[in-house]
């Protein structure tokens, strides 16, 4: 199995259950991984025979656009463009951060983690 994995791409976003999260945005560090059978011609060293880096954070970048109440559902979206747009992903796993959540006491940070097969 290939592993291929984005590690600590950092946001800017508006999610969150309050609206005042919505509002005012917070910092979020997403984890993507994908998993995948190497394809017969891996050996050919060119970016067709694998997952494009490029397209899974534009993937990323697209869905923290746009502003959720719940972390969970920003992961499930991420993970279903993922799986719809690349066929050759077997399952794909997000663990989304959100920094400094608002919980009434000191916590560095909450997390979401999804993994979702094929």
Known sequence: MLEISLNGLEFI???GYFKDERVKGNRFLLDITVF???????LNDELESTVDYC???????EIMKQPSKLLETVVEK?????????TVVESVEVALQKMN???????SSSRVKLTKKR
Do not use: S, T
């Open 13 to 15: 976003a508006h999610h």
């Open 36 to 42: 995948l059978k190497p394809p017969d011609n891996i």
């Open 55 to 61: 397209a899974l954070y534009n993937i990323a970048d």
């Open 78 to 86: 991420i993970a279903g463009k993922v799986l719809q747009d690349f």
């Open 101 to 107: 959540p608002p919980i009434g006491g000191v916590c």
